[in-house]
């Protein structure tokens, strides 16, 4: 009985968690918002991958997600902080059921918690496409905050995984930190070629940030323009 | 459909003329890739006549399709375009953060406008944006309390506004000018006349026709550029031959779509030639200062929407205001 009430559950939620990408993310960001490129595009096209991009709102991870064909979905975990997503019950099950992030605990390599390195690699042999941060938090809106090691660390684990490096640039405006008012923009979206730890080895940290400045400065559209 | 099939009829024949117009350039278009397939690289010149093509029938496609739905249909339209234009321009001239809020106002501002035109109510939808906008969103801006740069934000989003909503709900209310105090409930499924629709289609296909009349003579006869520091590909000859081209066509389509006769339509045609020139080079200048290429990228081969009905948000009022001053 109770396998088959976990069984019914899991399965609501999957259906919430299409319909939700379906009918609300996918719209909102395709029209509400809209979207320029800014190369071609270069997201994964199967499982065990890892799309790193740069952090400005809460909708970078909609962006990215409504990004990838809806067959993937089911393999999409934004890598994201367990006590800022486990604050309370509806958020949590948000958070983890509909969005479904893989929540990692920050700051605490006392050995009590797990790894979070460990747990991303987990979710890597499982076939999964991580979505990751390395700037950690949103941070302030539309300027990108020193890269952390945490990617490198992540890559050197899993060498041989396809690491996708994408720029999101106008997000912030939309939906900053702190501000729940959606105030439609064109958000410009670049992407570069996948790398490897394998690929690169040492220099992996050094070519990841290069690319991003590449990205970075592929774009032309102002910031807010008046400071 | 709630027009009369009959009184549709100089519509849709303009719009069979369109269709085998822009046939006949898809077929050219086709005939030249192929031949420089054979000798060589076409490169993205190609591609880039290609990709226009391909827009103007999806353009086309879509404005005929409201305009054979019905007003409402069309005013839905102008209302979306306002709303993507204003986004283009609010994704290109600086803005402020403190302003977040008042941007979303200005959106707001979209689906009161075009409410107006639907229910026919000249008298707000002229003053709403110049008059109630203008004083209400400086009011929104002061209470969130940030002075810099506060006239520079303010103008432009005033600016926006008058652009890409103001100008652009013109060509939704041409549809409903001719019903003006016709007492016709345009929601209650009557049968309409299909004035205001012949009448927003011969202000459509004279700006947009004189664009690329301007552009083709631009290449074959401009020498001497008009504005080199804004835009130096609009020359002297390109200006020229729009304005003669535009001038025969308003005169040969005025006697079908509009209540003017061939010497006023011609008339009409040179007015429009000549405020598409001036909202072309408006937009560039405007693209120019913002220090960017295309306004968006919706329309490929065109760039965005704002690259596209540049030149109708200035032939718009210019127009509307001829038409309701002499016939409605």
Same mark, same amino acid.
């Given at each position: 009985m109770n396998t088959l009430k976990q069984n019914i559950l899991k399965a609501s939620n999957t259906v919430l968690r299409f319909l939700f990408f379906i009918v609300i993310v996918r719209p909102l960001v395709k029209i509400v918002i809209g979207l320029r490129y800014h190369s071609p595009i270069n997201l994964p096209k199967n499982g065990k991958a890892i799309v790193v991009a740069n952090h400005n709102s809460h909708l970078d991870t909609m962006v990215l997600i409504s990004m990838m064909p809806l067959r993937l979905l089911s393999k999409i975990q934004p890598v994201a902080a367990a006590d800022y997503f486990t604050k309370n019950r509806w958020v949590k099950w948000f958070a983890l059921k509909i969005i479904g992030i893989l929540p990692i605990v920050r @700051? %605490?390599? *006392?050995? %009590?918690? *797990? @790894?979070p390195i460990e747990l991303c690699k987990e979710a890597l042999e499982h076939g999964k496409i991580l979505i990751f941060f390395p700037e950690g938090s949103r941070g302030e809106p539309e300027k990108m905050s020193e890269l952390k090691y945490g990617i490198t660390k992540l890559a050197k684990e899993c060498p041989e995984v396809s690491i996708y490096p994408v720029y999101l640039h106008g997000l912030g405006k939309v939906m900053p930190k702190g501000d729940a008012v959606l105030v439609p923009f064109f958000c410009d979206i670049a992407f570069s070629e996948p790398m490897s730890f394998q690929q690169y080895q040492a220099d992996f940290f050094e070519v990841l940030k290069a690319s991003f400045e590449q990205m970075h400065d592929s774009i032309k559209y102002p910031d807010w323009g008046y400071e | 459909m709630i027009f009369d099939f009959a009184t549709m009829l100089p519509v849709f024949k303009v719009f069979f003329a369109l269709v085998v117009f822009l046939s006949l350039a898809t077929v050219t278009c086709f005939f030249i890739n192929k031949r420089k397939a054979v000798t060589a690289d076409g490169g993205s010149m190609k591609n880039e006549l290609q990709l226009r093509i391909n827009s103007w029938w999806v353009m086309i496609g879509v404005f005929g399709l409201s305009l054979l739905f019905g007003p409402i249909t069309t005013i839905y339209l102008f209302a979306i375009l306002s709303f993507v234009a204003l986004k283009e321009y609010f994704s290109m001239t600086p803005t402020r953060k403190a302003d977040r809020q008042v941007l979303f106002w200005a959106y707001l501002i979209i689906p009161l406008q075009y409410y107006w035109v639907a229910i026919g109510w000249y008298g707000m939808f002229i003053i709403f944006i110049p008059i109630y906008a203008f004083l209400f969103m400086p009011f929104r801006m002061v209470l969130a309390g940030e002075t810099k740069n506060y006239l520079k934000a303010a103008s432009n989003i005033h600016w926006g506004l008058m652009l890409t909503v103001f100008t652009l709900s013109h060509l939704a209310f041409l549809v409903v000018l001719p019903l003006?105090?016709?007492?016709?409930?345009?929601?209650?499924?009557l049968r309409v006349s299909s004035e205001g629709a012949a009448l927003l289609l011969y202000l459509v296909v004279l700006t947009q026709l004189n664009d690329v009349s301007q552009f083709i003579s631009g290449k074959l006869f401009g020498h001497t550029p008009i504005t080199p520091t804004v835009s130096p590909n609009k020359t002297r000859g390109g200006l020229i031959g729009g304005l003669i081209f535009t001038g025969l066509l308003g005169a040969l389509l005025a006697n079908s779509l509009t209540p003017m006769v061939w010497w006023q339509g011609m008339l009409v045609g040179f007015g429009i030639s000549l405020a598409g020139f001036i909202g072309d080079i408006s937009m560039s200048a405007i693209k120019r200062d913002a220090g960017?290429?295309?306004?968006?990228?919706?329309?490929?081969?065109?760039?965005g929407i704002l690259d596209r009905l540049d030149s109708l948000t200035f032939t718009a009022p210019l127009f509307f205001h001829l038409m309701h001053y002499y016939f409605y």
């Open positions: @700051n %605490k390599m *006392d050995g %009590k918690s *797990d @790894n | 003006q105090g016709a007492e016709v409930e345009l929601t209650n499924g960017i290429k295309d306004t968006g990228q919706l329309l490929p081969g065109h760039g």
